[in-house]
């Protein structure tokens, strides 16, 4: 839209009592709030009826969205007042959807102030769940063409389908327009007091002061609804308006901090108990006094004593070691005459014993071996023995028994199967005759003299005639080129596959290997064939045996001569390794019996002389065990000496003179020097104990640490420590004065505070006397009077009580501390949460507890009235109180006061209502299923929602809602 459009300025000049006017007139939802377009006049009573779930307390509610400041729905229970039936409120989604289901979704609203009237539009935002709002100066009449349009004879009109965008476009089009997106924003446009700069104040729905905004907008959101307010909701608004109208006076003035306050009282009390601590703990100072008078004393006897201890034990120890190191050289010389003879005798025990150990072994050895060697001599050499021949030959003796044993396993063979044995010596019968066929064919090859037939070059394959038939190789070579192509034809009828000759598919056998046939070859083979006949001769003779009738007596003989040849070789194998071994063991061990007795005797002689120098050795060491034991002894006590001073830090002063030596020095010097010592460490320990004990409870700092070292210094603590201590208990008197002065001082400040908070909550239940005279200046129908009960935080009165009954002011402050004053005093502030505070200020709602309304009924007050309406009457009345305080009297805000279900009050109660809140210039809005009795007489504007919903989808502005109602209709119901 291009041209700024220029609407009719809406200021008027009004009279002075409209100027202080501030009006809702009139509402419109556009797709909102289930509606399609609802839109009504604000100022004039209205009454909603119409079947349930129609939305007729919904619609009230939503008034209170122009009313209040926020811009998100986020938080909606804190932010809004919309709940169901039961109380509980909606989600953040379902209350923002309800109102502004889509983007062209707009609530507008038509107020009047002194400076005229205007519209505020309330729609979507950019992000989710929240809202923006326009204020345009012109009033909603002006602007209903954007959403609405009639034509001629069409009272319902037709929707706009106005867009987010148009509707942007159009409010920038409204000169004086103004956009607002935040909260203090919107305070700022919606709630200004400011009469002189109509800029500043031109869209403000409400003048209020900026300190009363949250009490204002908290009456709003019960405004939608007067029937829900309650004891919590009373309390919140009271307190906030009795608050907004206490101004401290000077007898209320209080000039503290409750954190300074409550640091002062820390640093009393911090030192009324440092007092008290340290006159509780005078008693350990006193033994510390009384220990450092018993170290000085004992140190002195101790510094005396340990010396005189100290030289006398080393100069004891020094004569000692001298008679000990004289007898210790004699001992050496005797020590070293005796083991020259230990060693002698050791080293010829070592081989009197090898020698003895090896001739035992040998002998026995000899001993094991001996019954053996005496066979294998009686087999090899004896008598009868049949292997003289051999001379004693092991090894040929050996093969000569092996090869008679194959044998005679082979012979053994055949006796096992008699059958195969008549068949193999058929078989060596046949094999003769092939051998004598053989051998014949090469004696006349032989004889022949001539070449072979297979060495003729011109045969083709000689090897296939070979093949089928082994004669060939033996053929002279006589025949003539017609009978050798003869040949060659003969052969190419066969042919050669995987190295076989084959006529057709039929087999004649393998390719003979390749063979040559000279005279040599001849002769050659000649003799292998003639030598295996002979073979096979000799094995058909010994078949023939064992063929036999006696074969049985021939078979036990091979058999025992086998075990017995057996037997034999395995002595033989068994002696023949060690034989020659064993006959020079037997010369050896003779020759090494003899030196081994001349050997024992020298031994003897040598042991008997070290035997006697050893008996002078101990002779000797009896007298330097009685010199060790007094040196041990004396040296025990000079160690335990030198223990102390590591121990105890000991450094004996080198100024003091020894005294008369002690000899021999004893236990009893050295248990006197550790009494000494006790009675130090106990002196020690006692100024430790009662310092740390100090230390621990604040009677005294160390600074220096130096109880924290492992070797403290007594000197230093003397100076340091223990002077401070001495300080510290010497102005023990003077401190406990100037306490007690610094105590009177801050008790006067907490009597200060008493009377504060006496003036506060006489404020307060003054105020409730004055709104409790407003309340009861209209009567209700069944009840005598209405009161709003004020009651006081317990702990604020206890607080008051306990600071008067403890005496403040009294001479002895100390002993008002001690009863607790400053710990009532910060239990009071801790209670109230303004501890951390730096300026006293105590809200009202801590220091109520609660406001409620209360009614008299037959002469007693009761919280609940028991009779339908009252508790409504009394709440909506309440509420119009409410709005006058915050207003005050220079100003009217004319908005509905919005009455649920009020066809359940009787028309007395009804009617008080309505009076009252016409006299505060309220409006009565009602949402109820049926229509109360005497409304006619009440209410200006019926509408019945069952009768709004429209069916023409042209009329629609989206398919969900089809409620519609425009205020230019006028269908007020006439009862």
Known sequence: ??????????????????QLCYQLRKIMFHNSAAANCFSLETDKNTLLNGTNGKGKTSKLNAIQIGFLPHTTFKSSDKKFYFVDSEGEHFSDQDCFYYHF???????????????????????????????????????????????????KNDELGTPTKITYQQLISKIKAVKGHRFSKTVQENKKVMFNRTLVDEDSARFSIAPITEN?????????????????????LIKKTVVSLIESTYIN????????????????????EKDRLVLNNRKNFEDYYKSICNAFNELKTVSDQLDHDFI?????????IKNKMAEIQALEDEKKLKETKRDSFDLKATKLQSSYDQKTGALNAKSTQVNRRKPKVEQYQALLFGEDSDLILFNGDAEHIEKYWQDYLDG????????????????????????LIEYETEISGLKAALSSNSQLLIRNSKLSHPEILLTVNSAFGLTSDNFTDKQISYLNQFCNLFEIKENQVFLGEIPFGLLPEETTFSRQDIEKKLEAKEQAKRKVLEDIAKLDKVLSANWQQSYEELVTSRDRTKKDLKLLREVAPYYEEHLADLRGLEEEQNHNIALSEQITIIKTQAKEHNEIIKSIQGKLDSLNSMKTSAESIESKLNSLKTIEKYKPKSELQSADAIDPPHQGHLQNVESLFKRVTEAKGAILKGLNILVTNNIVEDANSLLMNSSPSFNSIYRGLFADCQAIYESLEDDERQLNELAKAHGQVTLDLTKTLSHQISHFENYIKRLTKELN??????????????????GVTAFIESVNSLGVGADDALNVIEKGLFNQVRKFLTSMEIQNKDEFVLTGLKLVKSVRLEYQMNGKWEKKSGSTGTSLTSSAMLLSLFIQEMMGKDYSLTIPLNIDETSNLDFSNLENIYQFIQ???LILFSASPDIPLCADEIFECFINLDDTDVFDETKLVSDEFRSTYHYQLEQAIEV
Not at 3 to 8: A, M, Q, S, T, V
Not at 213 to 231: E, G, P, Q, W
Not at 308 to 316: A, C, D, I, N, R
Not at 408 to 424: D, F, G, R
Request: overall charge negative.
């Open 308 to 316: 005189q201890l100290e030289s006398s034990t080393k100069h004891f």
């Open 777 to 794: 200046t209209f009567k209700l129908s069944n009840i005598d009077a209405m009161r709003l009960e004020l009651t006081i935080e317990p």
């Open 919 to 921: 006299d505060r210039n």
């Open 212 to 232: 009363k905004i949250d009490n204002l907008i908290d009456v709003f959101k019960l405004a939608v609804n007067a029937t829900s307010i309650n004891d919590k």
């Open 1 to 18: 839209m291009n041209n700024i459009l220029n609407f009719e300025d809406q200021t008027e000049l009004l009279s002075i009592d409209d």
């Open 408 to 431: 005679v396993k082979e012979e053994l063979k055949p006796y096992e199967n008699m059958v195969e044995t008549e068949k193999k010596r058929e078989q060596f019968k046949d094999e």
């Open 249 to 268: 006076n000077t007898r209320d003035k209080t000039d503290f901090s409750p954190t300074q306050l409550l640091e002062k009282f820390d640093s009393l």
């Open 101 to 151: 289901p889509d983007s062209n979704s707009v609530i507008a609203y038509e107020f009047k102030n002194t400076y005229g009237v205007f519209t505020q539009l309330v729609y979507r935002g950019a992000a989710p769940l929240t809202i923006e709002r326009a204020f345009l100066p012109v009033s909603m009449d002006d602007i209903y063409d954007w959403f609405w349009v009639f034509s």
